[in-house]
């Protein structure tokens, strides 16, 4: 089954502790990017890759990392979390080309104390 | 600055009803612009618009862009309950997958 897998789906962490959310996806997507989603904002880019080892900020990487050393995963690295980093985040694949339909993986709620 | 706006931000219509969701950009080095169904998951996808004044439709949801005012409607036709959820716009700018997203508008079709 095709799918964008994110782990863990729910976290609690606490102030500066690091952490790392992984996406992995089984489509052979060129594109993976990372979002946060807050009430009233809407869907945030915070990272995106074009391939293995090409990543590209996107609106709101500040206390973010992402690395791209294999195809199919895309981790996210919070080294010292904050509480304003307490969201929903998705990772997500997708094509270039003629469509540029993102599949979404489930989420994963953070929470930041 | 980028930025993608969404009107209504929320909305209220009986089963039946007919809605038009809008959605309005201001983006440099436009390339598409996307619209999402997000339910209590992910997001999914609905359609892809690259060029004004082309129609897209899936059942009864239909789609339309128009680059020169900048902006792009979607409709929803003979609306049903399973048609609540969260509508999000996204405009592909630059290159590769730089998303920018509204904030998404709410429908809730009430039986």
């Known amino acids: 089954e095709a799918q964008v897998t994110q782990n863990p789906r729910y976290l609690i962490t606490v102030t500066g502790k690091k952490l790392t959310v992984t996406c992995s996806q089984n489509?052979?997507?060129?594109?993976m990017s990372w979002y946060r989603q807050d009430p009233g904002l809407g869907l945030r880019q915070i990272y995106y890759s074009m391939n293995v080892e090409v990543t590209d900020k996107g609106d709101v990487p500040e206390g973010y990392k992402v690395s791209r050393k294999e195809k199919r995963n895309f981790p996210l690295i919070l080294e010292s979390p904050s509480p304003n980093q307490t969201s929903l985040y998705f990772c997500?694949?997708?094509?270039?080309?003629?469509?540029?339909?993102?599949?979404f993986g489930p989420g994963t709620r953070l929470t930041v104390t | 600055e980028d930025k993608v706006v969404q009107s209504p931000l929320s909305l209220v219509v009986h089963e039946g009803d007919t809605v038009t969701l809008n959605c309005s950009y201001e983006v440099t080095n436009f390339r598409s612009l996307l619209w999402y169904k997000q339910e209590k998951k992910a997001p999914t996808f609905l359609f892809m618009l690259?060029?004004?004044?082309i129609e897209k439709k899936s059942g009864r949801l239909s789609s339309i862009l128009d680059k020169k005012e900048l902006f792009s409607i979607l409709n929803i036709t003979a609306t049903q309950t399973g048609d609540s959820a969260i509508y999000l716009c996204a405009v592909v700018r630059n290159y590769g997958q730089n998303f920018v997203f509204g904030p998404g508008t709410r429908l809730s079709v009430l039986p």
């Open positions: 489509m052979n997507h060129e594109y």
């Open positions: 690259t060029s004004s004044g």
């Open positions: 997500a694949s997708g094509t270039d080309g003629v469509e540029y339909e993102q599949y």
